[in-house]
């Protein structure tokens, strides 16, 4: 238990300062008076009480944060904070249940997307940027949030950095110390959102729109303030804008980071991850519009472009956005963009899935087996570029993809023994464990989460964290090792 108790005084801490994020819905709420302000303001209060309470209760228990702590943390706060974000949508929404209250703030914080909320077009212009703050809040970890301003918190941020951000290889600072990191990184993802919520306001959504959708475009989120989605605006405008900003939001934002240090695109040139990326979206994109064209679904070479293009886009790097019903598609469509959400955002980025540079690594290590098969004596070593990857690091890549599958693997049979269809089943599980939100069958493109029990919901809420901690993150808790001493 005291091992526990310098966790739950930084907990507090952070609740204390997550409370801070209901000031923009309560702005919303006054702007628009759309009566939801004294909602907003209650969660606001049990927030802060509960994170002063936590620290009350365990300021005597400060101590500097141990590795295993950080891992704790991360899982802890994740839950925890979306619980607290549940009592807007309870207290506004009196017929919703806790179970599908906490799968809208979880769906919501781990950039899943997925909804089981109807009706967003009248919904309380407060509670819509309540969700898509909390999808951008999740994009770039709440954690990594945190470590800005742990000088503040008095704990060490490295432990909380490489629990949080995703990829192999974590140990990389882009400056001396882990605070200026993450503040770089923010201030790289606030500016960007900035921009792109100006350029859709451009094309004449309104302020709401436009930035909640940046909100959601930039965190690879994929929630919309409307039922249809991104179809409800149709315009070509709208969906350039967007692309372009998910595409940013799916690099490594250390890349972003460089470029702007360096004032230098060859950055990107000499990431091999982003040219992995760039190589399988775009063949992606010439496949799919050219058999979507030929077999009749558009019969203008253009249109097909545009739609697949933004589809590709959307659901192959996990931002969810959908501007067509795309299970009207020839089926390899759709299941070929849903395993593109495994496999191609970056390291570092917005996206979930195992991530662009497991896979080259794994692509290598095959490779390198293959080539072991003919000549048995031959040193070849892994390589990204020009730089060897350490044997521990292929061998963690190793673990974590079989760990990966087996979750998705395993998570669909438990979907399918509870009753729901194979295909629903298979990629509800991909869509929650690589945080892209929609599916097919019954949580398709053109419906949501709503039919799902609530058990069907509660296995989704568990994938969704599984998938945004990248499984091991938030597995090791398990294990009897984790607990000894």
């Given at each position: 238990?005291?091992?526990?108790?310098?966790?739950?005084?930084v907990?507090?801490?952070?609740?204390?300062?997550?409370?801070?994020a209901?000031?923009?819905?309560?702005v919303?709420?006054?702007?628009y008076?759309?009566?939801?302000?004294?909602?907003?303001v209650?969660?606001?209060?049990?927030?802060?009480g509960?994170?002063?309470?936590?620290?009350?209760?365990t300021?005597t228990?400060?101590?500097?944060l141990?590795?295993?702590?950080?891992?704790?943390?991360?899982?802890?706060?994740?839950?925890?904070?979306?619980?607290?974000?549940?009592?807007p949508?309870?207290l506004?929404y009196?017929?919703?249940?806790?179970?599908?209250?906490?799968f809208?703030?979880?769906?919501?914080?781990?950039?899943?997307?997925?909804?089981?909320?109807?009706?967003?077009?009248?919904?309380?212009?407060?509670?819509?940027?309540?969700?898509?703050e909390?999808?951008w809040?999740?994009?770039?970890?709440?954690?990594?949030?945190a470590?800005?301003?742990?000088?503040?918190?008095?704990?060490?941020?490295m432990?909380?950095?490489?629990?949080?951000?995703?990829?192999p290889?974590?140990?990389?600072?882009?400056?001396a110390?882990?605070?200026?990191?993450?503040?770089?990184?923010?201030?790289?993802?606030?500016?960007?959102?900035?921009?792109?919520?100006?350029?859709?306001?451009?094309?004449?959504m309104?302020?709401?729109?436009?930035?909640?959708?940046?909100?959601?475009?930039?965190?690879?989120?994929?929630?919309s303030t409307?039922d249809?989605?991104?179809?409800?605006?149709?315009?070509?405008?709208?969906?350039?804008?967007?692309?372009v900003?998910?595409?940013?939001?799916?690099?490594?934002?250390?890349?972003?980071?460089l470029?702007?240090?360096?004032?230098?695109?060859?950055?990107?040139?000499?990431?091999?991850?982003?040219?992995?990326?760039?190589t399988?979206i775009?063949?992606?994109?010439?496949?799919?519009?050219?058999d979507?064209?030929?077999?009749?679904?558009?019969?203008?070479?253009?249109?097909?472009?545009?739609?697949?293009?933004?589809?590709?886009v959307?659901?192959?790097?996990?931002?969810?956005?959908?501007?067509?019903d795309?299970?009207?598609?020839?089926?390899?469509?759709?299941?070929?963009?849903?395993?593109?959400?495994?496999i191609?955002?970056?390291?570092?980025s917005?996206g979930?899935?195992?991530?662009?540079?497991?896979?080259?690594?794994?692509?290598?290590?095959?490779?390198?087996?293959?080539?072991?098969l003919?000549?048995?004596?031959?040193?070849?070593?892994?390589?990204?570029?020009?730089?060897?990857?350490?044997?521990?690091?292929?061998?963690?890549?190793?673990?974590?993809?079989?760990?990966?599958?087996?979750?998705?693997?395993?998570?669909?049979?438990v979907?399918?023994f509870?009753?729901?269809?194979?295909?629903?089943?298979l990629?509800?599980?991909?869509?929650?464990?690589?945080?892209?939100?929609?599916?097919l069958?019954?949580?398709?493109?053109?419906?949501?989460?709503?039919?799902?029990?609530?058990?069907q919901?509660?296995v989704?809420?568990?994938?969704m964290?599984?998938?945004?901690?990248e499984?091991?993150?938030?597995?090791?808790?398990f294990?009897?090792?984790?607990?000894?001493?």
């Amino acid at each position: 238990m005291d091992g526990l108790l310098p966790v739950a005084n930084v907990l507090g801490r952070l609740l204390s300062i997550f409370s801070l994020a209901y000031l923009m819905p309560i702005v919303a709420a006054l702007i628009y008076d759309d009566g939801t302000i004294h909602e907003f303001v209650a969660a606001m209060v049990v927030s802060l009480g509960l994170g002063f309470f936590l620290y009350g209760m365990t300021r005597t228990h400060y101590r500097e944060l141990k590795p295993r702590d950080g891992f704790l943390l991360v899982s802890t706060v994740w839950v925890l904070i979306a619980t607290i974000a549940t009592l807007p949508l309870l207290l506004v929404y009196d017929t919703m249940s806790f179970t599908d209250a906490f799968f809208e703030a979880m769906s919501a914080l781990t950039t899943t997307g997925a909804t089981v909320m109807t009706d967003l077009d009248n919904a309380p212009p407060a509670i819509n940027l309540w969700r898509h703050e909390l999808n951008w809040l999740g994009g770039m970890g709440i954690l990594v949030l945190a470590v800005a301003v742990l000088p503040m918190l008095g704990v060490g941020g490295m432990q909380l950095y490489k629990a949080e951000i995703p990829g192999p290889m974590k140990d990389s600072k882009l400056t001396a110390r882990i605070t200026d990191t993450a503040k770089a990184l923010w201030l790289i993802y606030v500016s960007l959102t900035v921009l792109c919520a100006l350029l859709l306001k451009q094309t004449g959504m309104s302020w709401l729109d436009a930035i909640c959708h940046a909100f959601s475009g930039m965190s690879l989120g994929g929630l919309s303030t409307r039922d249809a989605g991104i179809s409800a605006f149709d315009d070509p405008m709208v969906e350039i804008i967007l692309m372009v900003f998910m595409i940013i939001a799916a690099i490594n934002f250390s890349s972003h980071f460089l470029a702007v240090q360096r004032r230098s695109l060859m950055v990107y040139l000499r990431d091999v991850e982003a040219r992995g990326m760039f190589t399988l979206i775009g063949l992606s994109i010439v496949a799919l519009t050219l058999d979507l064209w030929l077999d009749g679904t558009y019969d203008n070479l253009l249109e097909a472009l545009r739609h697949v293009s933004f589809n590709v886009v959307s659901i192959g790097l996990s931002c969810g956005f959908a501007s067509q019903d795309y299970e009207k598609w020839s089926i390899f469509a759709p299941l070929w963009m849903l395993f593109l959400a495994n496999i191609t955002a970056c390291s570092g980025s917005t996206g979930g899935g195992i991530k662009m540079i497991r896979t080259l690594i794994l692509a290598k290590q095959a490779n390198r087996e293959l080539t072991r098969l003919i000549h048995p004596a031959v040193v070849n070593p892994v390589k990204l570029g020009n730089n060897p990857i350490p044997n521990q690091v292929v061998m963690a890549v190793l673990g974590f993809i079989f760990l990966y599958f087996m979750s998705v693997v395993g998570l669909t049979f438990v979907m399918m023994f509870s009753g729901l269809d194979f295909l629903s089943s298979l990629s509800a599980i991909v869509g929650s464990f690589t945080n892209v939100g929609p599916g097919l069958g019954q949580v398709g493109p053109s419906g949501n989460y709503s039919a799902l029990t609530d058990f069907q919901t509660w296995v989704c809420s568990f994938t969704m964290l599984l998938g945004r901690l990248e499984v091991l993150s938030l597995a090791v808790i398990f294990t009897p090792q984790f607990w000894q001493k």
